[in-house]
């Protein structure tokens, strides 16, 4: 905006959406009624109103670029602590998410990429079904969370790594370490590679 759309409507920038709204249709209505004024009021009054749906206009269309910048600003964070969970610099990864705000959907998908690299198999099935139960309709989170529900009721995992009830303070040992596979299973390579970094090559063996 080249004008102080924010001053027309007598509000600062740090307003909120609702009081926006309310102070337009408060100005709306006040210069509607004016305007059917005779001599220079009611030519005041259009004039005024004209600089007001204009103003409202342009805030909302800020607002929504801004909602977009910081939309796509999340995305590439995600996309950054995905690229540090498969170099398997993990802390730093959970650092990262930690450290956003949001608690969306794809926040707690991620989430359950980090914990299941972990081998924090109860953990990771957790945020995934936070992530199905915020958007029903994402193919990619349910078909995650079929493919470790399954695992989970195979015999590849041990009882130990059942019974983990909250977020474990170390890594703790991996299953089947030294085995040449990233987690110690094929079954649950394909789960991980799928999810984090959609490695078509891991598929080869099947589960």
């Given at each position: 905006m080249d004008y102080n759309a924010y001053e027309i409507l007598g509000l600062t920038t740090s307003a909120t959406r609702n009081e926006?709204?309310?102070?337009?249709?408060?100005?709306?209505d006040k210069y509607q009624r004016a305007r059917f004024a005779l001599g220079e009021e009611g030519e005041e009054a259009s004039e005024k109103l004209q600089q007001v749906e204009v103003a409202y206009r342009d805030i909302?269309?800020?607002l929504e670029e801004e909602n977009q910048a910081q939309t796509f600003k999340e995305d590439d964070s995600y996309t950054a602590i995905q690229q540090l969970i498969t170099e398997?610099?993990?802390?730093?990864?959970q650092t990262k998410l930690d450290d956003m705000v949001s608690r969306d959907a794809e926040w707690h998908y991620v989430q359950s990429i980090l914990f299941y690299k972990r081998n924090w198999f109860l953990e990771s099935k957790k945020q995934l079904e936070l992530a199905c139960q915020m958007e029903p309709d994402n193919s990619r989170y349910k078909q995650s969370l079929d493919k470790l529900t399954k695992i989970l009721a195979s015999n590849t995992i041990s009882p130990d790594q059942l019974r983990t009830t909250s977020r474990p303070m170390d890594?703790?040992?991996?299953v089947g370490a030294g085995n040449g596979t990233c987690t110690g299973s094929s079954c649950m390579d394909c789960l991980l590679c799928n999810t984090c970094c959609?490695?078509?090559?891991?598929?080869?063996?099947?589960?």
């Amino acid at each position: 905006m080249d004008y102080n759309a924010y001053e027309i409507l007598g509000l600062t920038t740090s307003a909120t959406r609702n009081e926006i709204d309310e102070r337009y249709k408060e100005l709306r209505d006040k210069y509607q009624r004016a305007r059917f004024a005779l001599g220079e009021e009611g030519e005041e009054a259009s004039e005024k109103l004209q600089q007001v749906e204009v103003a409202y206009r342009d805030i909302l269309a800020s607002l929504e670029e801004e909602n977009q910048a910081q939309t796509f600003k999340e995305d590439d964070s995600y996309t950054a602590i995905q690229q540090l969970i498969t170099e398997g610099k993990l802390d730093e990864a959970q650092t990262k998410l930690d450290d956003m705000v949001s608690r969306d959907a794809e926040w707690h998908y991620v989430q359950s990429i980090l914990f299941y690299k972990r081998n924090w198999f109860l953990e990771s099935k957790k945020q995934l079904e936070l992530a199905c139960q915020m958007e029903p309709d994402n193919s990619r989170y349910k078909q995650s969370l079929d493919k470790l529900t399954k695992i989970l009721a195979s015999n590849t995992i041990s009882p130990d790594q059942l019974r983990t009830t909250s977020r474990p303070m170390d890594d703790g040992p991996r299953v089947g370490a030294g085995n040449g596979t990233c987690t110690g299973s094929s079954c649950m390579d394909c789960l991980l590679c799928n999810t984090c970094c959609n490695c078509m090559s891991c598929m080869g063996g099947g589960c």
